[in-house]
T-cell receptor, first 115, second 113 residues
Framework: KAGVTQTPRYLIKTRGQQVTLSCSPI?????VSWYQQTPGQGLQFLFEYFSETQRNKGNFPGRFSGRQFSNSRSEMNVSTLELGDSALYLC??????????????FGPGTRLTVL | AQTVTQSQPEMSVQEAETVTLSCTYD???????LFWYKQPPSRQMILVIR??????QNATENRFSVNFQKAAKSFSLKISDSQLGDTAMYFC??????????FGQGTTLQVKP
């Protein structure tokens, strides 16, 4: 099976702009989670989508949003970019069917730089 | 709230030797999984090993094994016969019923030839 894919791999934006990141999960996986990785804060959970519904949400401002499509592909949007949004954004997929702990498999990440 | 702590920011080991990375966690949940992920310089997060809390037997995957001490809330990773390709940052992670991974701060492992 193909792994989790993320596009684009690199992005450079300026403050105030918005950005959309895309994630395609492993075939058959219905859950997609997003994480932000920064040197200062480490890895932090953004949100999880399952069957086109947001199932979990982390402690991020409303500028961070996401959605999931019927084919389980997910997009993450960040509006009004700030310098502090510069980070590696990781997407992870899992079956989502366990109803409890599950194993997440990660994509290669999107490196976002905000100037 | 659940927390994961990795107390060793950096470690090094000679090629072919054995190294152990430490991790402690805190939770009041009874149903959870613990993971070790590896992140090499490419930044791809790779699953190394998984331990289900309800299993008493320690998980093993080839050269990688864990020492899961549930009462002590300890979860260490042992890498045997270290290889240059094992050089990476290693993250210990917890997942309970919320479905989100909680990561430790990471341990940078350098394997020296």
């Amino acid at each position: 099976k193909a792994g989790v894919t993320q596009t684009p791999r690199y992005l450079i934006k300026t403050r105030g702009q918005q950005v959309t990141l895309s994630c395609s999960p492993i075939s058959g996986h219905r859950s997609v989670s997003w994480y932000q990785q920064t040197p200062g804060q480490g890895l932090q959970f953004l949100f999880e989508y399952f069957s086109e519904t947001q199932r979990n949400k982390g402690n991020f401002p409303g500028r961070f949003s996401g959605r999931q499509f019927s084919n389980s592909r997910s997009e993450m949007n960040v509006s009004t970019l700030e310098l502090g949004d510069s980070a590696l954004y990781l997407c992870a997929s899992s079956s989502g069917l366990a109803g409890g702990p599950d194993t997440q498999y990660f994509g290669p990440g999107t490196r976002l730089t905000v100037l | 709230a659940q927390t994961v702590t990795q107390s060793q920011p950096e470690m090094s080991v000679q090629e072919a030797e054995t190294v152990t990375l430490s991790c402690t966690y805190d939770t009041s949940e009874s149903n959870y999984y613990l993971f070790w992920y590896k992140q090499p310089p490419s930044r791809q997060m790779i699953l190394v090993i998984r331990q289900e809390a309800y299993k008493q037997q320690n998980a093993t995957e080839n050269r990688f094994s864990v020492n899961f001490q549930k009462a002590a809330k300890s979860f260490s990773l042992k890498i045997s016969d270290s290889q240059l390709g094992d050089t990476a940052m290693y993250f210990c992670a917890f997942m309970g019923n919320t479905g989100k991974l909680i990561f430790g701060q990471g341990t940078t492992l350098q394997v020296k030839p």
